[in-house]
């Protein structure tokens, strides 16, 4: 048994099942069953039956959440169904009227969310191949029995906004296929921010990951490591013969009034246009603009 509190992420083609904007109603999966991950590990049907018996929607002590990234101070809303079918484990949950949940319900609509992850603890498993032996694509271990603390919904930017990319660095080098689909996020994610009502701090982040994903893209395309940090001590010496790549010029030009503007670098992962009578905010690189 292991009394650790893990995290599990599940981006299949279960994820969100249905929303309801007008009664705040979304439907989906917070895991599924038979799926080998990362970890080698495989979650079998049967594994969440005591924790939902203890501790579900139905039981004497409803104690499992929704939670945004995983974090306690972000409820979604009230799982109103918890339950294991067939595919995985299944829910239905009422998201409060607060601006956290209206904003939620903007991007599920807008098919910016779509992954879920599990907090819980490994209560029982099958020992299927021990760390020695395990090569990647194996199953290490079959989970049987979890228990279930909360199920989170994955925005964009992920749990963690300070590094909501390390996943993603080496993965996309020249991989035009790979890139494209974090193109089309991105342009997703633009086209969200550009016509969407969703406050302001949901604004600032999504556009705080745009900014990271658009380094991705342009450095894998171009076969660069996507972190400055990534490097060895030797390489200090080759900076001399070596044209400096600058992500983030100190003047840029705005994708709406056309004009340049100063890159301040004040703002919070976008760039304001400075220039009068304009005032828009923008990702560099992108066409995209959201008028303030």
Known sequence: MENIYSYKDFSTSLGIKDVDGKKGIVTGYFSDFGTLDSDGDVIVKGAFTKTLSLNGVKSKNPRIKHLLNHSPTQPLGVLTELKEDEKGLYYESKIGNHNLGMDFI??????????????????????VKSREDYNEGDVRRELTELKLWEGSSLTAWGANPNTPLTGLKGQFLNN????????NQAEAIEEFCRNSKATDETIEQLLTYNKQLLKIITDSRSGLPTSSQE????????????????TMPSVVECPSCARFTHNTQTE?????????????????????????
């Open 106 to 127: 903007k991007m599920v609509e807008s098919d910016l969310i779509k992954e879920h992850s599990i907090g819980y603890q490994v209560k029982k498993f099958n020992q």
């Open 176 to 183: 035009e296929i790979e890139i494209n689909k974090l193109v």
């Open 231 to 246: 490097h060895s001590e030797g390489d200090e010496e080759k900076k001399d013969d070596q044209p400096i790549v600058q």
């Open 268 to 292: 919070k992962g976008y760039i304001k246009c400075h220039r009068d009578g304009c005032g828009v905010q923008f990702v560099y690189g992108s066409k995209l603009f959201i008028k303030i």
